[in-house]
């Protein structure tokens, strides 16, 4: 941009580099260009730094042939309706508009109606653009020397009670604001997931300290995950309703309630609104306006169904091995085949063993990478960034243990001296111990090949080996996502997470299979308070939203039927792209926000 409020916010951000010597890729200089933007400017020129790096801001200027004069002074600006004051240096020669341009960058105000006055003998006047700064000037146009939120005329709607949708609710109450709503169609807090597609047995993989709702820089572990680190399902849907009552986030949740449609009314983005039809369980449909709607969906809401000729025949259970579907007592001195191989099969490898089943069968196309849980401790413990090339190195003792060579799987790309790694997998990794030891011990068999037919207690697979004696089949192929909550948010194209770069409507959920050559976590509460402080800020400040869209920094996605997909569900490789905007904004909550925030993955 030409702008010469543009321009002069990118020269004090790369003047706020090189006084602190830090040396930054291309894609982490706009992250710093607004590093504690909501900040007071009072609070910044506090620091000396800050004081150095600013001069670097103004253009000394001459007149005529005459070299610039680099005289320094503090120039004292008070706010007309407050008295606040802010002591800024600088040249002697810098101009008035130069000054309200570093306002109108900082501020978010309009440059049109910032006005500066000064006294000149016995009397005021104004300081035109083109005037050399006065020594004391008194500021018209602003309430204080901090951005001032915006004001919205209805409510903001979040959908979705699950770990995004409270964690939002949470950063709204944590900075004083409670003009909002949470609808969701269970009755319990929670989310989907865990609610529905997690059973009794069910576990989570990754550490508790990195997967709670109070999960932030200024708290620690939960109490209860010191004693239990790899909480079961209920533990944790008693945790989410726990700290939910405890932040007072239950009273701005309607539960049994369902969103069935959006109107958007208006054309202008920057002024629509949202109507929606809701209707409460046992209740009539109403209509109710907002300003805004965060809809997180999840993507464990859809199994993938395939069905195998022969399976009218067979004896025992075929299901689903997720939910409740199934009664794992049944296990107990059985076979039992799995169809999969992502984090929901490792999961009921576990819980097969568990209840002393003979021999688990786990078959699939192919092998996806699975985690031991000391590798994902490593990773998610680290305050750098693990490579793909370390992760790797470190699943060694178990791999070892079952003989297999963790880097001859499809996913893993590496040069000769293997320096150079990338994980690229089409399923998340499944989290355990338990899959390493059931091999190591020949009480698992990881086969790849695929299901040609079933008969009444055996399995035939393509190759013409036979499965016999088996008790159960439990398909776990992964998860679609849902058409319908494309329909609902009105999605042609997501820009980022926002349809049709409409800021005001926005759409997360966890971004499927792996892809990447560094790893900052394997958990979801970095990525929940990254997602949702970032939609918080930009509703408190909606004139970021158009640096992101001059920057191009948002990947585009739609939807494909051809595989299932909707416009909502993108890949981790998408995901990468929108972190960029993640980073982009969190860097403007950073003495509020938790950094760089984010599942790094």
Not at 110 to 119: M, S, Y
């Amino acid at each position: 941009s030409n702008d010469p409020s543009y321009i002069l916010f990118f020269q004090l951000a790369r003047a706020c580099v090189e006084t602190a010597n830090i040396i930054v890729g291309a894609a982490n200089f706009g992250t710093l260009a607004l590093t504690m933007a909501s900040e007071s400017l009072v609070a910044l020129m506090e620091n000396d730094g800050m004081k150095t790096a600013i001069m670097q801001v103004w253009q000394p200027k001459g007149i005529g042939n005459d070299p610039p004069s680099l005289t320094v002074f503090n120039c004292n600006l008070k706010v007309a309706t407050s008295q606040e004051s802010l002591v800024l240096p600088i040249y002697h020669n810098t101009k008035v508009l130069e000054v309200k341009s570093l306002l109108v960058e900082r501020l978010g105000v309009d440059l049109e109606n910032l006005r500066f006055v000064h006294k000149q003998g016995p009397h005021f006047r104004t300081s035109h653009d083109h005037e050399e700064c006065p020594r004391n000037v008194i500021v018209h146009g602003i309430k204080a020397f901090r951005r001032t939120p915006h004001v919205w005329e209805h409510p903001h709607c979040v959908i979705g009670a699950g770990h995004i949708g409270l964690k939002m609710a949470m950063t709204w109450l944590m900075e004083g604001f409670t003009n909002f709503v949470v609808y969701d169609r269970n009755d319990r807090v929670g989310g989907t997931s865990w609610i529905h597609q997690a059973n009794t047995t069910s576990r989570l993989q990754t550490e508790a300290g990195v997967y709670h709702l109070e999960f932030h820089e200024n708290n620690g572990w939960p109490a209860e995950a010191i004693e239990q680190p790899w909480p079961s399902r209920d533990a944790l849907l008693d945790h989410f309703h726990e700290v939910s009552e405890r932040f007072g986030i239950l009273p701005y949740c309607k539960m049994n309630t369902n969103v069935s449609n959006i109107n958007i009314i208006g054309k202008d983005v920057w002024t629509q609104s949202y109507e929606l039809t809701v209707k409460e369980k046992g209740k009539s449909e109403q209509l109710a306006m907002y300003s805004s709607v965060s809809f997180f969906p999840g993507n464990l809401t859809r199994p993938k169904r395939v069905t195998y000729p022969g399976e009218d025949g067979f004896a025992g259970d075929i299901v689903y091995g997720i939910s409740s579907s199934f009664d794992y007592t049944k296990c107990k001195d059985t076979n039992v085949a799995i169809v999969g191989s992502g984090a929901f099969a490792v999961e009921n490898v576990r819980t097969c063993v568990e209840y002393k089943a003979k021999k688990v069968f786990m078959v699939c196309r192919r092998k996806t990478l699975s985690m031991p849980r000391v590798v994902s401790w490593l990773i998610n413990q680290s305050s750098s960034f693990v490579s793909a090339a370390l992760t790797l190195e470190s699943m060694s003792p178990m791999y070892d243990l079952i003989g297999v060579d963790q880097w001859s799987y499809y996913s893993v790309f590496a040069n000769e001296s293997r320096t150079n790694v990338t994980i690229r997998q089409k399923a998340r990794f499944g989290i355990g111990d338990v899959y390493f030891l059931a091999m190591a011990a020949g009480h698992t068999e990881h086969i790849v090949d695929d299901i040609k037919r079933v008969t009444e207690d055996s399995v035939h697979l393509n190759t013409g080996r036979k499965l016999e004696k088996i008790s159960a089949i439990l398909k776990l192929l992964g998860f679609n996502g849902e058409f319908e909550n494309d329909r609902l948010l009105k999605i042609k194209e997501l820009h980022g997470w926002w349809p049709q770069k409409d800021f005001k409507r926005y759409i997360v959920a966890e971004p499927i299979f792996v892809d990447a050559n560094n790893f900052g976590g394997t958990s979801f509460s970095p990525g929940a308070i990254s997602w949702s402080e970032q939609q918080v800020h930009l509703l408190k400040y909606p004139k970021d939203f158009t640096p992101l869209l001059e920057g191009n920094l948002m990947p585009i996605h739609v939807a494909d039927e051809e595989i299932d997909r909707p416009a909502y569900v993108v890949e981790v490789c998408q995901e990468n792209g929108c972190g960029r905007c993640t980073l982009w904004i969190n860097s403007c909550n950073a003495p509020e926000g938790n950094g760089t925030g984010g599942e790094k993955i």
